[in-house]
């Protein structure tokens, strides 16, 4: 089954640099049509679309955080990385990555994890 | 850039059916399919509605998905409520320069 899990610090300082991992099973990212996606969404706020990797190792990311974001793949070990810059409060959230694949509908989820800005 | 607006908040009581709209600022909603996700609280969300109108397996049938060109909105509709239906709701697009715009969210409440 597919199942896909999060994982980076739960706590980072302003200024830092956070980097998330997404550890995905039961299915390739290179599958033709297969994407995986960062979305966040801040205590008691909406869902924020962050950025996509497709298939393809295209990568598309929201405009307004672009020069702060970067998302890469390693299908070797069934991973796809963000790496966002210059952290700061109101970038705590809870980060998810999720799979898109077909109609561009968000399929499954990653249970989420909690990234705390603070000093 | 567009953007999907949804009602801050609905409520309605248990067995009775309830709407929830999605309307998109600008282009067709005709033109890029709409998604709908059931998030609970403290929870990741769910895909509950994919391309307008369907249910993924385990999604019951009281889950309806539309579209109406003529308000440029999408709609989720819920029959039969339930307690367990409390959530919130969030309406999700795309189009050829924005790969994923999501709604800002409805919370469902049954009461």
């Known amino acids: 089954q597919v199942t896909l899990r999060e994982s980076g610090p739960a706590l980072v300082k302003p200024t830092q640099t956070l980097t998330l991992t997404c550890t995905f099973s039961g299915f390739s990212l290179t599958t033709s049509g297969m994407c995986l996606s960062w979305i966040r969404q801040p205590p008691g706020k909406a869902l924020e679309w962050l950025a996509l990797i497709d298939w393809d190792d295209e990568k598309y990311y929201n405009t307004s955080l672009k020069t702060r974001l970067t998302i890469s793949m390693d299908t070797s070990s069934n991973q796809v990385v963000l790496i966002m810059t210059n952290m700061d409060p109101v970038d705590t959230a809870t980060y998810y990555c999720?799979?898109?694949?077909?109609?561009?509908?968000?399929?499954?989820w990653g249970q989420g994890a909690l990234v705390t800005v603070s000093s | 850039n567009f953007m999907l607006t949804q009602p801050h908040s609905v409520s309605e009581s248990p067995g009775k059916t309830v709407t929830i709209s999605c309307t998109r600022s600008s282009g067709s909603i005709a033109s890029n399919y709409v998604h709908w996700y059931r998030q609970r609280p403290g929870s990741a969300p769910t895909l509950v509605i994919y391309?307008?109108?369907?249910?993924p397996s385990g999604v019951p049938d009281r889950f309806s998905g539309s579209i109406d060109s003529s308000s440029n909105s999408a709609s989720l509709t819920i029959s039969g409520l339930k307690t367990e239906d409390e959530a919130d709701y969030y309406c999700q697009s795309y189009d050829s320069s924005n790969p994923v715009v999501f709604g800002g969210g409805t919370k469902l409440t049954v009461l």
């Open positions: 391309v307008d109108n369907q249910r």
């Open positions: 999720a799979r898109m694949w077909g109609g561009r509908s968000f399929d499954h």
